[in-house]
């Protein structure tokens, strides 16, 4: 994915939280929404940006989605800031 699409996934912070909260381990979209002030749609659509961006999966098991985040992607941004504020060590 783009580095674009991805800081603009980074942007919001209700995302930023749902990617502290999936640091932990895999969670459903519901115990999710458990932790937000919003409506399950609203998650739903933050989830989708995220995975949109390719910092989450999700894994479906039975009627449930499981939502892990996806850690190469966050990688390859922090060198690119790295790089960009000259911390490449080249």
Same mark, same amino acid.
């Given at each position: 994915?783009?580095?674009?699409?991805?800081?603009?996934?980074?942007?919001?912070? $209700?995302?930023?939280?749902?990617?502290?909260?999936?640091?932990?381990?895999?969670?459903?979209?519901?115990?999710?929404?458990?932790?937000?002030?919003?409506?399950?749609?609203? $998650?739903?659509?933050?989830?989708?940006?995220?995975?949109?961006?390719?910092? $989450?999966?999700?894994?479906?098991?039975?009627?449930? $989605?499981?939502?892990?985040?996806?850690?190469?992607?966050?990688?390859?941004?922090?060198?690119?800031?790295?790089?960009?504020?000259?911390?490449?060590?080249?």
């Amino acid at each position: 994915m783009g580095l674009q699409q991805t800081l603009r996934a980074l942007a919001d912070p $209700i995302r930023r939280e749902i990617l502290n909260l999936l640091k932990k381990g895999r969670m459903s979209a519901g115990e999710i929404t458990e932790h937000f002030d919003v409506t399950a749609a609203s $998650i739903s659509r933050h989830l989708s940006v995220l995975k949109e961006a390719d910092l $989450i999966r999700d894994t479906r098991e039975g009627k449930y $989605i499981f939502y892990e985040i996806n850690t190469s992607v966050l990688e390859e941004t922090m060198l690119w800031i790295a790089d960009l504020k000259g911390e490449s060590g080249e």
